[in-house]
């Protein structure tokens, strides 16, 4: 378990200097994950004038969509697709730790280039939390980055089936931006739609951590909601695993 | 200008063939554009269950500027995308902008519209589909028809022209990959321009006119031609295309090549 870890981090390093060059590509990739929740700030602005937990709920988005961001479609597909894939399979190492690594490294940059915008923005336009809810909120962001990244890893291995992976992400984008809190909290969808998305794993992937930070989901609710994102953790670990090895069995590569 | 036409035509043809041989692609071009849509209207249906205006737009309203709005992403998605994504990095850096360099036809022409994604246009059908929702039950005036198609025109000619001005960059800055950040950018369009605080909203207008993509056009079809409105579009496409064509034509003084 040490070794994984040294050999997380010596990827999380060598990532984050690969990508320090790109650092105008790294904000527009902020701006790429802040823009729907920015267009859902102004749609609810409209919808509900006046409301200052409107603009806390999608400022705090803003900070969680930035923090959360999964790419493995583009740093670990392509590689599928271009066969060097095979160079991390002769690895003695599991070939995750290198889309983890990118991906901490990529989630590093775009915190350190997103979040003081997004807390300046939150701050001028108004937004407001308690302190003790911001920190009840840290363990449901965290668990929204291990799932967003486990979700993103099993829809980035279906590079092993087809070559349309980009378009099957951007599907669970979409399932994820509708029912997880982006296009608009969970607590305005209507009844039975709401009941659905608090069960599915979008909530707890983007719209738990902002729901939680400004006081939306307290105590019990907020236990049980923490409680079924790490249910989710769990049966996706299981079925990323299930997916990498049927994958890597299919998975056949010519020339050296 | 027959000549380019039939080039355009070839080049579609050829994409269309191209894209007709991979079957399984076609259900998931097919499948996404249906769920984008679906996902647009869900988002105006969320939208109006809390609300009976959109700063200002009704629910048919605002399924008219959706419908636009799908018709124009997926003329971009068609004919835009495939050529100017990446640019930077496949046209500059890797040297393909030499091929069409060499080839007896406009190279802005080949490097903008040579090939397409004729998939996409389903998502542009999808959106008329969206739009005669809208306007079942509140028929347009013809003279409201005209005036949406012409602005509709001068929202395609904006959006082909600030797509090239991006990739154009790359002519001074080859690392700067501004696609990405165009798509994100082109979903504020979605919206009607009036939701959007002032210094955002003067930007959607003036500096990158979105506003142009959906909102105008679909105010021409909800309240007839505004002739304001209608000069300062042909005014806005006329002088995004000249900007387009200059900086591609500086661009190339400056270009270098990359291959040998």
């Known amino acids: 378990m040490r070794r994984i870890l040294r050999l997380t981090a010596l990827r999380v390093r060598r990532q984050f200097l690969d990508w320090s060059g790109t650092w105008w590509f790294t904000i527009t990739l902020v701006a790429n994950e802040s823009l729907v929740p920015l267009a859902g700030l102004f749609v609810w602005s409209a919808v509900f004038p006046g409301d200052p937990r409107v603009v806390s709920y999608f400022a705090a988005l803003i900070a969680v969509q930035i923090m959360t961001a999964s790419y493995e479609n583009h740093t670990f597909s392509e590689t599928v697709y271009q066969g060097t894939v095979s160079h991390e399979l002769l690895r003695p190492q599991p070939v995750v730790i290198g889309p983890i690594g990118e991906n901490l490294a990529i989630r590093l940059w775009m915190a350190l280039f997103g979040l003081p915008p997004a807390v300046l923005a939150g701050f001028l336009l108004g937004a407001t939390y308690r302190p003790a809810d911001l920190l009840l909120a840290l363990p449901a962001l965290a668990g929204a980055a291990v799932l967003r990244f486990l979700y993103t890893w099993i829809l980035a291995l279906t590079a092993f089936w087809t070559e349309r992976v980009h378009a099957v992400v951007t599907f669970g984008g979409m399932l994820m931006a509708l029912l997880g809190g982006a296009v608009a909290p969970v607590s305005l969808l209507p009844g039975p739609w709401r009941t659905v998305a608090q069960a599915l794993p979008f909530h707890a992937m983007l719209g738990l951590p902002a729901d939680i930070a400004i006081g939306a989901v307290t105590g019990p609710a907020a236990v049980a909601a923490l409680g079924r994102g790490l249910a989710w953790i769990a049966a996706f670990t299981v079925l990323a695993a299930v997916v990498w090895r049927s994958g890597a069995r299919r998975y056949t590569v010519v020339g050296a | ?260």
């Open chain 2, 1 to 260: 200008m027959r000549k380019l036409a039939r080039l355009f035509a070839a080049g579609f043809s050829m994409s269309l063939r191209r894209t007709l041989t991979f079957r399984t692609n076609l259900l998931f071009d097919v499948a996404l554009a249906v769920a984008g849509l679906l996902s647009s209207l869900a988002t105006v249906l969320l939208v109006f269950t809390h609300t009976d205006h959109l700063a200002g737009w009704t629910r048919p309203e605002t399924f008219m500027l959706v419908g636009t709005y799908e018709l124009l992403t997926g003329v971009k998605a068609a004919f835009l995308d495939p050529n100017l994504a990446w640019f930077p990095s496949r046209g500059i850096r890797e040297g393909t902008l030499d091929t069409y360099l060499l080839q007896p036809a406009p190279s802005l022409f080949l490097a903008s519209l040579a090939t397409a994604a004729p998939l996409a246009l389903v998502q542009a059908v999808l959106g008329l589909g969206v739009l005669g929702l809208g306007v079942y039950g509140h028929p347009p005036s013809p003279l409201g028809v005209a005036a949406w198609l012409l602005l509709v025109l001068a929202g395609a000619a904006v959006t082909w022209a600030l797509g090239v001005l991006l990739a154009c960059l790359a002519f001074w800055a080859p690392r700067l990959e501004l696609d990405v950040f165009y798509n994100a950018i082109w979903q504020l369009a979605r919206y009607p321009v009036g939701i959007y605080r002032r210094p955002l909203r003067l930007l959607l207008t003036y500096v990158i006119p979105l506003a142009l993509i959906a909102t105008t056009p679909a105010a021409a079809l909800l309240r007839g031609p505004q002739p304001a409105a209608l000069l300062t579009a042909a005014v806005a496409a006329a002088t995004a295309t000249a900007l387009a064509a200059t900086a591609w034509r500086l661009g190339l003084r400056r270009y270098t090549g990359a291959t040998s």
